[in-house]
């Protein structure tokens, strides 16, 4: 395998859920060694929650070890146990980070209080460390301490209100939604300028990504229209008010989609020609020229019989056939796809093998998502498995921390690796 | 004046909606980005909403306003031969070029990567695309919801009677940025320490994809597909102390049965002190809310008979929650709930995201003279803050606006 870019990079991970790891994750996709710092006194629940393995009679795998979940965010880490709550966990955290290039966490400001972990007490003992810190509301602030998580995240930053359809409360968008890219994606763009400015000057530095102020930043315009004109807007649907029609469209049925049987194709037609192109790709070429629809003006006044009657046309169709046909005349069209879609149907995605599969030594063989951006001469690639709890632990004391095989001993037999 | 993360690196970049959040992320960092547009600007530059008054003012667009501050704005005609070389000359003078055109389209032009590579070896140059680009759709048509649907998180958002929803804020461009702008920096990074530029292909698709949350492993494991279950979470009954609660200026979300912070008793003290706790301190409620959580919860559904002991029990509970929360503003019973330690969400409008007291204490907000007049208006600020290079945000260039200095300093 070519060398990848991050190697020889070091990353103490201290992070949990799915915010931290997941920019654990892609240092390491990259090449960096990254080290999952984990302790049973505070197990990442992500390691105790569906999707779990199954064994071949259908029951599932049972452990820490073999959520999906957890799996797909740590691939290739290292994992060490530690007790932060005792101080010689923290000592040892101390000595890890000395030999680091990065340290990352998403705990609260609370328990970074309690396990000493400020970027004025581990800067002492490693003052080029890069430390990104990304607590949900800030380290500091009214609302530092404020609970919560990535589905609390998503109505306090905005995303509740502006998402869905205006007949319905805002009950979100079924996710953690901002844990898996905005804020990841975030810290790690925040961490890499940081390591520039290391390579040129020797000097690291804090980040501090408060979640509520990395997600706001990402909210289209809806608070700029109110800093700006002084409206208040709040959902609409599948709408745009650049385009129309811009929806999901119900198409026929498909039995062989599990459990999700109806399938959704969504167009999105952003001028005349485009919409002229999709009536007459759908075979209503005469819509066009009505004059309820003929103008961007007059789709935008009919928008709700623009739909009825598009539903109409797909109705009958294969969301897939709808797709093609649509995308052959030029339009913006795409088969609202479930997982099986994309695992095992999707001829793109999987030419360009974005999901990538590992062998773990519990779970057995994992799809993973691949590196989100393809380098064409330094590419990154899943590296292994997820770690087990505790796989590394004798690992890092003695290669990366420099501890003996008594002090080790000392140590576990003090509760502080677990 | 501090030196920024990114000083000394050109990005000229010919993006328009897709691609322009990563340049707006470099460029608050501290890079020089050069805008290359069309003449009369882009599709996002004529982008509803407008500042208002200014309606179809090309230097008014919010949604334009949104993913490019910092940068400058270079008009070049690529379909004339002067605008070919200018925008060769401009993107050979760059450490980084940032496009996100169909494909083909720029190496029509003598723009693409191989020429420009050939040319300058260290050169980053990150596409961002619908789709990457190879592949059998790599020459598909794509705007944002189009990435949502086939990178699988719509079909996860809505109510089942309803079609799947899209999330607002054209995600899957912003994903694609973001994603873009972590490879662009490690492509950067790795051109600075050995010489050897390269292709970031980036598709809007899989750059979503992640978001799928736990659906692709759900699909991988045990072959079921996650599907939209809406308000009710797909559960036949509403549990109290959970989901979206209407107030009497807007709506909360409670989580007060998961596993952080406060628990079910701590919100009847709470509704005590207030004369709002009702029945709920006498049997048989009391024991119902000293055990009430999601383990107990999922215990009782196992013993039937206990089940149909409690459950009957749920809605009145839930009539008592719902009544004490709808005499609050959604503020009051975010913030008093918050320091009772009750995972308690507010559904912030965007008023209440402008008004929000960690935000203005913290100084997050920034101000800048808008493009078209020069009067000051108050702006969201940067998604991070590094101690010693922060992101700096400056106003969004005007079409055109640095056309000739640019120029004139290439020539």
Not at chain 2, 154 to 182: C, F, K, R
Request: aromatic share 8%.
């Amino acid at each position: 395998m070519a060398k990848r870019p991050l190697e020889g990079l070091r990353v103490a991970d201290f992070s949990w859920f799915g915010a931290g790891p997941i920019a654990g994750n892609t240092f390491s996709t990259f090449g960096a060694e990254v080290i999952r710092v984990e302790s049973e006194t505070k197990v990442d629940s992500l390691r105790r929650v569906h999707p779990f393995a199954m064994n071949p009679d259908g029951t599932f795998k049972g452990g820490y070890n073999v959520s999906g979940y957890f799996n797909n965010f740590n691939a290739g880490k290292l994992s060490i146990q530690l007790n932060l709550n005792t101080e010689k966990g923290q000592e040892i955290a101390y000595r890890l980070i000395e030999k680091c290039d990065f340290f990352l966490t998403n705990f609260t400001p609370r328990v970074i209080d309690k396990w000493n972990l400020h970027y004025h007490q581990i800067a002492k003992v490693n003052p080029r460390i890069i430390a990104a810190y990304a607590p949900m509301q800030g380290m500091e602030g009214p609302h530092r301490d404020y609970l919560g998580f990535g589905a609390v995240l998503t109505p306090v930053t905005g995303i509740s209100e502006m998402s869905g359809f205006p007949h319905r409360p805002p009950f979100g968008v079924g996710t953690n939604y901002p844990d898996y890219v905005i804020n990841p994606g975030h810290t790690v763009t925040a961490m890499l300028a940081a390591l520039r400015y290391r390579n040129r000057t020797g000097k690291g530095q804090c980040i501090e990504l408060p979640q509520l102020e990395s997600v706001v930043n990402t909210l289209g315009t809806a608070v700029v229209e109110q800093l700006a004109n002084g409206t208040n807007p709040s959902r609409t649907g599948n709408r745009n008010p650049n385009a129309a029609p811009h929806g999901a469209f119900r198409c026929a049925d498909d039995a062989s989609s599990v459990g999700s049987p109806d399938r959704w194709v969504v167009i999105a037609c952003r001028d005349d020609a485009e919409w002229q192109r999709a009536a007459a790709a759908l075979g209503h070429p005469e819509a066009a020229t009505d004059p309820r629809f003929a103008t961007f003006a007059a789709r935008k006044q009919n928008e709700d019989e623009l739909e009825a009657l598009i539903n109409s046309w797909t109705r009958p169709i294969k969301a897939e056939e709808a797709c093609a046909t649509l995308q052959a005349a030029g339009v913006p069209a795409g088969v609202v796809q479930n997982a099986q879609d994309l695992l095992e149907k999707d001829e793109h995605i999987r030419s360009r093998n974005y999901y990538q599969y590992v062998e773990h030594p519990e779970a057995g063989r994992e799809a993973h998502d691949g590196p989100a951006f393809h380098l064409s001469e330094t590419p990154g690639y899943i590296a292994g498995p997820a770690p087990l709890m505790g796989e590394h632990t004798m690992d890092v004391c003695e290669r990366i921390i420099g501890l003996s095989m008594d002090e080790i001993a000392d140590l576990l037999a003090d509760g502080v690796l677990i | 004046m501090t030196e920024q993360a990114l000083a000394g690196v050109r990005v000229v970049e010919f993006t328009d909606e897709v691609g322009s959040y990563c340049g707006r992320l470099l460029a608050d960092l501290g890079a020089e980005v050069i805008k290359v547009e069309p003449p009369g600007g882009g599709r996002q530059r004529n982008s509803a909403p407008f500042l208002a008054g200014y309606e179809g003012n090309p230097d008014a667009s919010l949604a334009f306003w949104v993913h490019n501050t910092s940068k400058k704005s270079v008009v070049l005609d690529l379909e004339s031969e002067d605008g070919r070389i200018a925008a060769r000359k401009l993107a050979l003078s760059a450490e980084v070029v940032l496009e996100d055109n169909p494909v083909g389209y720029l190496a029509a032009r003598g723009l693409g990567y191989a020429d420009l590579h050939a040319a300058k070896p260290s050169l980053v140059y990150t596409s961002v695309t619908g789709f990457g680009q190879t592949g059998p759709h790599a020459n598909w048509a794509y705007t944002d919801i189009v990435g949502q649907a086939m990178g699988g998180i719509m079909t996860l958002a809505g109510e089942p009677a309803d079609p799947p929803n899209m999330i607002y804020g054209h995600q899957a461009d912003v994903s694609a940025s973001i994603q873009a702008a972590q490879g662009t920096l490690i492509a950067l990074l790795h051109a600075e320490a050995t010489g050897q530029g390269q292709l970031v292909d980036v598709s809007a698709q899989e750059a979503i994809s992640m978001s799928q949350e736990t659906a692709m492993q759900t699909w991988d494991f045990q072959k079921k597909n996650r599907v939209r279950m809406g308000g009710a979470g797909g559960l036949p009954i509403a549990i109290p102390g959970s989901g979206t609660l209407k107030v009497k200026d807007g709506y909360i979300v409670l989580y007060i049965i998961a596993p952080a912070g406060g628990d079910l008793p701590d919100l009847v003290d709470w509704m005590r002190e207030e004369g709002k706790a009702g029945d709920l301190d006498d049997e048989p409620y009391k024991t119902l809310i000293a055990n009430l959580n999601m383990g107990w919860l999922t215990q009782l559904m196992s013993t039937p008979e206990e089940a149909a002991k409690y459950i009957p029990l749920l809605p009145h509970v839930n009539e008592l929650i719902s009544a004490f929360f709808a005499g609050k503003t959604a503020r009051q019973a975010y913030e008093e709930g918050q320091e009772r330690r009750l995972l308690v969400g507010i559904v912030s409008t965007p008023k209440d995201l402008a008004e929000n007291r960690q935000l203005r204490e913290r100084g997050w907000y920034v101000s800048l003279p808008e493009a078209p007049a020069g009067k000051p208006v108050e702006f969201p600020g940067p998604p991070y803050r590094l101690s010693e290079t922060p992101a700096i945000i400056t106003r969004p260039p005007r079409l055109g606006e640095h056309t000739a200095a640019v120029l004139a300093a290439l020539a």
